[in-house]
């Protein structure tokens, strides 16, 4: 089948195609050939296991580039990036870069993407005409499923996207950052799989699709593309053994079995009489239902997929919401949080002027690249469940912070997406205390683009005394290092005020 008809290929460095001729003076832009030209035997078969076989033919679309994607002369490249779009990876910065500045002012009026999203900007100086930004998400052993089904809605939400704007080709970088813990095997075949699925039912609207690779993972690529894509008949049988016996559903969507639960024609009674019962359809069914345990809730994965792409009712987007914080919170009062509670970088001490309960961060205190920051954000929520009920004010000590104390944004966007409204809703103020010219400018822009509510609410305070003038020094526990910087910084007037012993 000619190249261009619709259908999955791939392509080594240095070959040619007209379809991806470079634009203007770009002569960096990579042109390739299909997969399947890389193939001396010429005929194809495209079923493997139960890859079914199509009108349409994926294995002739599907291109490899060991190179930079921000050089394609696609329709649209694929940038990976965070929930506030201003990571700095190699795919980031290379597209940035050349893209120009446009590029940072377009995706200002985004106001960021959610893992598992895809959303779309002008290419401006790029050879590619538009951008697809999407963010991979963050791999944990513990949470695999989790972080299989975001890798999937990256892929399945960028084509979708792709197919819906009638875009000829799509250029992949490899979504799963390194950064971000996601072995790249697995990662692989999600990629591929999810692919390759889309394109056997909507391959006659997409020409092209490239997957731009590091030296690095090249050779991963390389070893998996023929299970997915076999350029011949002897490349499939070879192939079949190594498939994984996941390949997920018929879009590619990983499977998972415990949740596929089957209510029984009786939920909760004895099966007895089982013969009798199958004798006919006369069975009275009108009572399934009302067991307690037979509620019905909808189809979950199905609510999350339609919450990636915004298309949920809010109420039941706060409902999915609520379901899971209440995860979060049952976990936060199970697991063993006394490592981080011994850093005593969290705690609650008296109340401000109006009454309100005073929360202290002390960011010395937190080491960032030590601990587990997900136990860190089970311990926040197992201390401010309780405290957040009610109205109360957060004073957070950047004192003598080093860069492995600081917060990334990502975590803290987590945080603040996780946590119940009533959080939100009680957080009346938060005090900044002791700010350098970098955190507040770090603030400004995590405040205006990615959790724009809480803007309003900081207050930078350089000195104690202009603390004092919302929260009485003897409402307050402070570690003796600010006492003595502060001091040191704006006269040693507030040495008056003991430090905690504890602290």
């Known amino acids: 089948m000619p ?12 070959s040619r195609d007209c379809s991806f001729q470079p634009l203007g003076t770009l002569a960096r832009v990579y042109t390739l050939s299909c997969w399947h030209r890389l193939s001396g035997d010429a005929t194809r078969l495209l079923s493997t296991r139960n890859l079914t076989r199509r009108t349409c033919r994926p294995d002739g679309t599907a291109r490899e580039l060991k190179g930079d994607v921000a050089l394609l002369n696609c329709t649209a490249i694929v940038n990976t990036s965070n929930e506030s779009l201003t990571d700095k990876n190699p795919v980031s910065e290379s597209i940035f870069m050349l893209a120009g500045p446009d590029l940072k002012e377009d995706l200002q009026k985004l106001k960021g993407c959610r893992t598992g999203e895809a959303k779309l900007t002008k290419g401006f100086n790029l050879a590619a005409r538009f951008i697809i930004h999407t963010v991979g998400p963050k791999y944990k052993s513990r949470y695999r499923t989790a972080a299989e089904s975001s890798l999937y809605s990256c892929y399945r939400n960028v084509l979708q996207l792709a197919k819906e704007q009638s875009m ?3 250029g992949f970088c490899v979504i799963n950052s390194a950064k971000r813990g996601y072995p790249l095997e697995d990662a692989t075949h999600i990629a591929l799989r999810t692919v390759r699925r889309f394109l056997e039912i909507h391959g006659e609207t997409i020409e092209k699709v490239v997957f731009a690779v590091s030296e690095l993972e090249e050779a991963t690529y390389r070893k998996l593309l023929p299970l997915y894509f076999p350029r011949s008949l002897k490349e499939e049988s070879r192939s079949l053994p190594f498939l994984p016996a996941d390949i997920g559903n018929a879009e590619g969507e990983p499977v998972v079995p415990e949740r596929q639960i089957r209510i029984s024609e009786k939920p909760g009674a004895p099966e007895d009489n089982q013969e009798e019962e199958d004798e006919g359809l006369g069975v009275d069914l009108s009572f399934i239902g009302s067991h307690a345990f037979a509620r019905m809730e909808g189809d979950i994965d199905k609510q999350r997929r339609l919450i990636l792409q915004g298309q949920l009712s809010e109420a039941a987007l706060q409902k999915q919401h609520q379901r899971n914080y209440n995860r979060w919170l049952c976990q936060a009062r199970s697991e063993d949080l ?16 109006c009454g309100r309960t005073v929360m202290v961060v002390v960011g010395r205190n937190i080491p960032v690249t030590l601990i587990d920051m997900d136990k860190a954000l089970l311990y926040f929520i197992h201390v401010m469940d309780h405290i957040a009920v009610k109205e109360y004010v957060l ?11 600081h917060l990334d944004s990502d975590f803290l966007k987590k945080l603040y997406d996780v946590v119940d409204v009533k959080y939100k809703r009680n957080l009346k103020a938060v005090y900044f205390v002791h700010p350098t010219f970098r955190s507040k400018v770090s603030t400004w822009f995590f405040t205006t683009f990615s959790v724009s509510g809480l803007k309003d609410k900081i207050h930078h305070v350089d000195s104690l005394h202009q603390l004092f003038s919302a929260i009485s020094p003897e409402q307050i526990d402070f570690p003796p290092f600010v006492l003595e910087y502060d001091a040191r910084e704006n006269g040693p007037y507030y040495t008056s005020y003991p430090p905690s012993p504890d602290l």
């Open 338 to 353: 006394s490592d981080i509670a011994s850093l005593k970088a969290l705690y609650q001490t008296g109340v401000d002027n």
């Open 3 to 14: 190249a261009g008809s619709g259908s999955p290929c791939f392509a080594a460095p240095g």
């Open 168 to 170: 000829s080709s799509v």
């Open 395 to 405: 004073v957070y000590f950047h004192t003598l912070t080093s860069e492995y104390n």
